[in-house]
């Protein structure tokens, strides 16, 4: 499945061999490029867009226990309905917390495609 009106740029941003900017080939690349920048971006990172973001980076700085995994869970829930509805379908979210880990599994369908994508975001540390 190719990318809706022409290719998108990669994410991150980044210049390709051939000296142009590099792009992605298909949607679900750059739906999953979508959905990694929705979710690590911070609440106010983006001056013009305050709302965007569904702040796991900012976890960096939490505990990793049961409210930590609740704050991420519902944090990434709220993201994804909010900005992505309409790209993807959230097939499956777990967030836990292990110790000083907080890990968040994403399983993902692409709108209109066949497979589910998983993702996982861990964080160590205290």
Do not use: C
Request: cysteine-free; overall charge neutral; proline content about 4%.
């Amino acid at each position: 499945m190719s990318a809706p009106n022409g290719p998108h740029l990669a994410f991150p941003f980044h210049i390709a061999a051939d000296g142009r900017p590099a792009r992605v080939t298909s949607l679900e690349q750059h739906v999953r490029d979508e959905v990694i920048q929705l979710l690590l971006t911070n609440l106010g990172e983006r001056v013009f867009l305050p709302e965007f973001g569904g702040g796991l980076r900012r976890l960096v700085f939490e505990g990793a226990g049961l409210t930590a995994s609740a704050m991420a869970k519902a944090m990434v829930s709220q993201a994804l309905s909010r900005w992505l509805s309409a790209r993807v379908t959230v097939e499956n979210l777990e967030v836990s917390g292990v110790g000083e880990t907080l890990v968040v599994d994403l399983v993902y369908r692409v709108a209109g495609a066949e497979d589910s994508v998983r993702m996982r975001f861990e964080r160590g540390g205290g």
